[in-house]
């Protein structure tokens, strides 16, 4: 960028912003005598997670003009802003409004004016000022001269010069013309083949499109669906009919997809570990372990709720990790209960608080043990710190509250579910030991037990299958990640010109990239930015793409369709996509990434 230059400060994790920020300007204010002349006060623009539309409307027409349709944005995006909890709003594409002067030399000349004057003449005229007050019976009155110029008829009528003590009107020596502004960016939409509307409308049309960000702490959710709400019931007033309207971004409708998904995952490990215990133990353990789970959830989102946190995507994913270790310590205790009250040596109250004596220290160990090997990830710092804190915090007060409820609830749940009354059948001796699950244990473990020879070959297979296993990892033979590729329903094209590329030839090429994405299957809709960035992505945010523009570039935002009805994930779509894609750039020296 020629006569601009951006610095990015970065703040470490855990600084309060609104002080980082304080400081920062007066390092800058302090140094501005070191500056040189003509250079302007440097601009401080913050960037944050929140500065990342959550939600992006598109509207599109077949017979409206992007001028046209900016108008109705503009109106709509003035409703949508009255919406608590909306934070920054953008348009992207449209042409203003403009009122142009072409000006024609040879009546320049005829009428002794000159361009410099006309300006400062448009200049002077094009304001209002405060010019003073006066008193007049006891009360003052404020003087304001001048006024701004509102339409192609206040232009046309300045007065720019005097000829021959006549005055000379813009008017005499230009043709004004009131409309459209020259195209400065384009921004179109299309369908793709997996969009049944690709049939009916196979074309590009001219649009603009509303993005919306929320403000720190708001709900994605909630907020994407009061702007739905609005944008519908003003749709019948305010957008034509031939005006039409797609979500082409909709994050909180995403993030509620993820909740739900991760809900039901943990409502599906719940069902499955009370099934495995229950062909263990029998439906009346099964039982017993079942209403044990939702009492330690209970108690830990209510301990959420105390530390402050809340219901999202990385607390959800503490829970549905630690379902199968909260009900370790319930299932030693109702299955050491199960099996006293098998073996029927002491009466039920007896055998009850014999069998929690018996596992209570060894339970509550292995519980800290667990802890003590989670709970340094939340002193993890650095970016990831704050980020995954709230999963080991989680997990530790689900296994703290897992080993109270085993401890209390699960004794005197098991006291009176587990004990079966007694029938004649069951009064022989054995009855344990005759028991199916007994019988495989046993023919399983008592050659471990008995045979010195089989003991430690089992113990040297173990230990040969551990080091295995840890060597994939220095061979390579396995991917090490932090996280795995996230299965989007979008991705963004990035294209660069050579410099000094024209708007109209970054449009052509934009346009053959933008057909190719329209014939494939995977392609629900796209957008397409030329001379203007699309609405930036978590990754744009800090690659900075908002601050992408110039005749030379475009960006084509890819909307595919839900991953619910495809096999492939969004980077195998991407990967698969990007050679064809890279080949049509080539062909126009253009750089897509």
């Known amino acids: 960028m020629n006569e601009q230059a951006i610095l990015i400060v970065q703040f470490y994790v855990g600084e309060d912003i609104e002080r980082s920020f304080v400081k920062l300007y007066n390092e800058i204010m302090k140094h501005m005598d070191q500056m040189p002349q003509g250079v302007s006060i440097p601009l401080v623009k913050t960037r944050a997670i929140d500065d990342v539309p959550m939600l992006a409307l598109t509207l599109w027409s077949e017979s409206y003009d992007d001028y046209q349709m900016k108008q109705v944005a503009n109106e709509l995006t003035s409703e949508i802003e009255k919406i608590n909890d909306v934070g920054i709003t953008k348009l992207i594409g449209g042409r203003n409004r403009q009122v142009r002067v072409v000006l024609d030399k040879d009546k320049m000349a005829e009428s002794g004016v000159d361009i410099l004057g006309i300006a400062q003449n448009i200049r002077a005229n094009n304001q209002q000022l ?11 009155f404020l003087v304001n001269t001048g006024n701004f110029l509102s339409n192609a008829e206040d232009v046309e009528n300045l007065i720019v010069g005097s000829q021959q003590n006549k005055p000379v009107y813009l008017k005499q020596i230009a043709t004004i013309t009131e409309g459209p502004e020259i195209p400065k960016q384009y921004v179109s939409f299309g369908f793709g083949q997996a969009n049944s509307l690709s049939e009916k409308y196979n074309s590009e049309y001219p649009a603009i499109t509303i993005s919306i960000a929320k403000r720190k702490g708001a709900d994605a959710m909630k907020i994407s669906e009061k702007i739905l709400k609005k944008v519908e019931h003003l749709r019948k007033d305010l957008l034509p009919e031939d005006i039409h309207m797609t979500v082409t971004r909709n994050y909180g409708e995403t993030a509620s997809h993820k909740v739900s998904e991760l809900l039901l995952h943990l409502f599906g490990s719940i069902i499955a570990v009370t099934i495995v215990v229950m062909l263990a133990m029998g439906w009346r353990g099964g039982l017993v372990v079942f209403l044990s789970v ?18 999202n995507r990385i607390t959800l994913f503490a829970l549905v990790f630690v379902t199968g270790i ?5 299932i030693i205790i109702a299955e050491n209960m199960h099996r006293h009250f098998k073996m029927k040596r002491l009466p039920f109250k007896q055998a009850a608080l014999y069998a929690i004596n018996e596992v209570g220290n060894p339970t509550i160990l292995a519980t800290f043990t667990v802890i003590a090997s989670v709970l340094p990830m939340a002193f993890v710092s650095g970016l990831m710190g704050p980020y995954m804190s709230p999963m080991p915090i989680g997990a530790s007060i689900a296994m703290i509250i897992s080993l109270f409820v085993a401890l209390t609830i699960t004794p005197y749940l098991g006291f009176y579910i ?26 399983f473990e008592k050659p471990l037990i008995e045979n010195k020879k089989i003991r430690w070959g089992f113990l040297g297979f173990s230990f040969l299958l551990l080091f295995g296993s840890m060597a994939l990892f220095y061979t390579k033979s396995v991917a090490v990640k932090m996280l795995p590729f996230d299965n989007k329903n979008e991705f963004q094209v990035v294209s660069d010109m050579p410099e000094g590329t024209t708007l109209e030839s970054t449009s052509a090429v934009t346009g053959e990239v933008a057909n190719y994405l329209s014939q494939r299957t995977e392609v629900d809709n796209y957008q397409s930015f030329v001379g203007t960035s699309a609405p930036i992505t978590f990754n744009g945010l800090v690659r900075h793409y908002d601050l992408r523009g110039g005749s030379n570039m475009a960006d084509i935002q890819v909307n595919l369709v839900d991953k619910s009805q495809r096999s492939e994930q969004s980077h195998d779509v991407a ?11 080539k062909k126009f020296k253009a750089n897509i990434k």
């Open 130 to 140: 405060n010019s003073g007050s006066f008193d007049n019976n006891n009360t003052e």
């Open 294 to 311: 939702p009492i330690t959830f209970a108690m830990t989102l209510f301990s959420y709720y105390m530390l402050d946190y809340t219901l």
């Open 326 to 330: 909260v009900v370790d310590d319930s």
């Open 418 to 443: 587990l004990r079966e009354k007694e029938k004649q059948d069951d009064k022989k001796k054995g009855g344990l030991e005759t028991s199916l699950i007994y019988r495989i244990y046993n023919k």
């Open 575 to 585: 990967k698969k996509l990007r050679n064809d894609i890279q080949t049509i750039g």
